[in-house]
């Protein structure tokens, strides 16, 4: 028996964690009047770009904000709410994804291709079915290959009516400087270690040194806090970060195999590098601010380790993870890559 769709709880703008400024220039584009035609949400993952990208959504199209809703008991005209109402017909659908007028594009296989950007010109070259504004999100523009990002910037040049674009990104530098130029950007910021920590430690019912522990690996980001909280996750963080304190005393076939195993998955190669950055990176600190360390579990490890590494050898290690994940970027062979710096992780 086919069972129904999970319905979503609307985030409106109240909802949004940690992100004031932004949510304040966003009121003030609904209040005035003066939404752009595209606007270009930049920031690492996790911190609120797609929330945002719903709940604005919902504002330009919550039935509580239309110009008859916005008049007072004499007729007289009201500045039109700056949020959404989160309960309306229109606001659920958006919520739970049924809106005909919200249209949601993604990367598959972590690219965005000129089909899909194609099928979307084509679908905003008709009237909205229900809506005020047609809204397109699209998340992780920057993954467009060069087709799909020419046509979207035709798209951008000549807008529709009634229709609003709305792009994601880490860094507004991964877009073609013409298609950013197009935009209205909003810097999205990390969140607040505390305020993550009560986030995660509330979703989660984590206790409060659990919650800090994630908060602080996490680096500001809401989606990495929650999945270093997942117990597979923090069996390999201690697995890793336990083998690369022993390498040095082990044979180079032990930093081969490492990197044989971790090179499986380049997403969680990815994640691996990260966590021995911060470790790498606390062996450092610990010497000059003890206090100032992201591992906070592992300071016994951080005490003994740091003192036995001169700091020249850190900070190449350090060098040689930054060169690593770089040539990651640019898709070199990832076995090999990750083979030279366990070696050197293990010198």
């Known amino acids: 028996m086919a069972t129904a769709p999970r319905r979503l709880k609307p985030n409106v703008f109240a909802d949004i964690i940690d992100q004031e400024p932004v949510i304040r220039i966003l009121r003030a584009y609904l209040a005035n009047g003066t939404l752009p035609h595209a606007l270009l949400f930049a920031g690492i993952p996790g911190i609120g770009k797609k929330t945002t990208a719903q709940a604005l959504a919902m504002a330009v199209n919550c039935l509580h904000n239309t110009p008859q809703a916005a008049t007072d008991t004499d007729g007289r005209p009201q500045t039109p709410a700056a949020d959404a109402c ?124 659990a919650a800090e522990l994630a908060a602080t690996l996490a680096g500001g980001s809401v989606t990495k806090a929650e999945a270093l909280t997942d117990a597979d996750v923090v069996n390999f963080r201690r697995w890793l970060l336990t083998t690369i304190d022993q390498l040095p005393a082990q044979p180079p076939a032990v930093a081969l195999a490492v990197a044989e195993e971790i090179s499986k998955d380049k ?81």
């Open 86 to 209: 989160g309960h309306c017909i229109a606001c659920r659908k958006i919520a739970n994804r049924t809106h005909p007028d919200v249209i949601r594009i993604e990367p598959e296989n972590r690219v965005l291709r000129i089909g899909r950007i194609r099928d979307l010109c084509t679908q905003v070259a008709m009237k909205p079915y229900e809506a005020r504004h047609r809204v397109i999100l699209i998340s992780d523009a920057h993954t467009m290959n060069a087709e799909a990002a020419n046509a979207l910037l035709k798209l951008l040049e000549e807008p529709p009516d009634c229709t609003l674009l709305i792009l994601t990104a880490a860094e507004r530098s991964d877009l073609l400087p013409t298609i950013v130029s197009r935009c209205q950007c909003l810097r999205f910021t990390p969140l607040d270690r505390r305020k993550l920590a009560e986030l995660i430690a509330a979703r989660q019912h984590l206790d409060p040194p």
């Open 267 to 347: 997403t969680a190669a990815t994640d691996a590098l990260e966590l021995i950055q911060t470790y790498v990176r606390d062996l450092v600190v610990w010497r000059y601010a003890p206090k100032k360390i992201i591992n906070l579990d592992l300071q016994a490890a951080i005490a003994h380790s740091a003192s036995k590494v001169p700091v020249a050898d850190l900070l190449a290690r350090y060098e040689a993870i930054q060169k690593t994940q770089k040539e990651m970027g640019a898709n070199v062979n990832l076995r090999l890559s990750l083979e030279r710096l366990f070696l050197k992780l293990a010198a």
